[in-house]
């Protein structure tokens, strides 16, 4: 978890109606924070600490996207990976900045970010959210994270967000390279993808072994693999390795979401993505391949959130917006909102997430927990629309401290 070094605020939040990341049962109570740390009930706040009144109100803890690429430009993978990071690391900053506003007090970006970025966020230099980071993803050749068009010589081998690397030894230096960077989940292409040029969606990608060694070296550091992967047959793949984090997995089925739920692995779904990529994607420059790729993943992604539902995976919540998509993340809620219900998609930006990133210190509001919170002008347990109504956003606290809105 990104601990900010000259934050660490203190505030009062009074009369607010708290959803604790977990329980259903809501309760009216105040909520008292001391040095960016969330105090014991009945805790009494120093005299000279701003004090908010939240009456009317819903309080939850900070919501957390876990799939989301600051460092992605547009839907032109070349253009994201050759463009000179001094630029990239501007676009990330505002990025950030913009889905803090929204809410997000965390993120996790699975494919780019760097230790660098996340100093800078660490110190202060610019106000962001929490950050987790996976570094470049790793691809085979010829896979998801491949720019290459068949009728192209380019030479590509890795970009800040994408890195191809092949066969077990080399993986296995490619996930000690992360780890020392700071990486806290090493990412896996593990199928086919939308806007990759030269990839079925279906098939599995990298081998069994060239997966296993990533886990391994992963798990020997306390941290996990997240995969994107969309059919049985590539999901499968991946948790047979011992991947944790299934990232779309838009065309699983029943069978693969009880081996999800048996195996305690986390489904990271991304509607947002690609409602955004049917409407929108023609006109930023989304070819007819992926155009074509898309159609095939969007509607069957909602039914695989009741799927695995119904079979006890735990199920995130991620936006996957890349370039000017994404100012579409709150659009995200909406659609999950449409087939899990307010509770469970509340528990998916809070709890599960946290759960997820592995740092219960966030996605609750409990004694000793992060003071990442927002504070809704309303209920949205009665008027779920405040949870993505773009003209009705809720106050930010983030470690403590309110987030201007502008």
């Not at 040095?35 to 939240?54: L, R, T």
């Not at 505002?94 to 965390?106: N, V």
């Not at 793949?237 to 997995?249: D, Q």
């Not at 509001?365 to 990442?372: Q, Y």
Request: net charge negative; proline share 4%.
């Amino acid at each position: 978890m990104t601990a900010f070094l000259r934050r660490g605020g203190s505030l009062r939040i009074r009369n607010g109606l708290i959803f604790d990341g977990v329980s259903e049962a809501l309760h009216e109570r105040d909520l008292v924070i001391i040095d960016g740390i969330i105090q014991p009930d009945g805790a009494e706040a120093p005299a000279d600490v701003p004090d908010w009144d939240a009456r009317g109100g819903l309080v939850t803890p900070g919501f957390i996207d876990a799939h989301l690429h600051a460092y992605a430009l547009s839907l032109d993978l070349i253009r994201n990976e050759t463009t000179q990071l001094s630029y990239i690391a501007h676009v990330a900053r505002r990025r950030l900045g913009s889905a803090l506003r929204r809410g997000f007090t965390t993120v996790r970006d699975v494919a780019g970010g760097d230790a660098g970025l996340h100093r800078a966020i660490a110190e202060g230099l610019f106000t962001a959210p929490r950050y987790f980071y996976s570094g470049p993803a790793l691809s085979q050749s010829g896979g998801h994270g491949d720019p290459v068009r068949a009728d192209e010589t380019l030479c590509f081998h890795s970009g800040p967000g994408l890195e191809i690397v092949d066969g077990v030894d080399a993986l296995r230096v490619a996930a000690r390279e992360r780890l020392r960077g700071g990486a806290s989940v090493i990412k896996v292409m593990a199928s086919g993808g939308v806007i990759s040029p030269t990839d079925p969606l279906r098939i599995p990608q990298y081998s069994h072994d060239e997966l296993a060694v990533v886990v391994e070296e992963a798990t020997r550091r306390g941290v996990y693999v997240a995969a994107h992967a969309y059919s049985p047959a590539a999901i499968q793949h991946a948790l047979a390795a011992g991947v944790r984090s299934i990232e779309h997995g838009n065309l699983m089925d029943a069978a693969t979401a009880q081996l999800m739920a048996d195996a305690g692995a986390y489904l990271v779904p991304t509607l947002a993505a690609y409602d955004a990529m049917s409407r929108l994607g023609e006109q930023v420059g989304l070819t007819s391949v992926g155009l074509a790729k898309n159609a095939e993943v969007l509607e069957h992604g909602r039914v695989v959130i009741a799927l695995a539902a119904e079979r006890g995976v735990r199920v995130g919540f991620g936006s996957d917006l890349m370039g000017e998509l994404e100012t579409e993340q709150l659009a995200g809620l909406r659609l999950q909102h449409d087939v899990s219900g307010t509770l469970a998609l509340l528990r998916s930006l809070t709890s599960v997430n946290a759960d997820l990133v592995q740092d219960d210190r966030l996605g609750r509001i409990r004694p000793g927990a992060a003071a990442d919170v927002l504070v809704f002008d309303g209920n949205p347990f009665d008027d779920p629309t405040l949870l993505w109504r773009e003209d009705r956003r809720p106050r930010v606290v983030l470690d403590g401290v309110p987030v201007l809105a502008s």
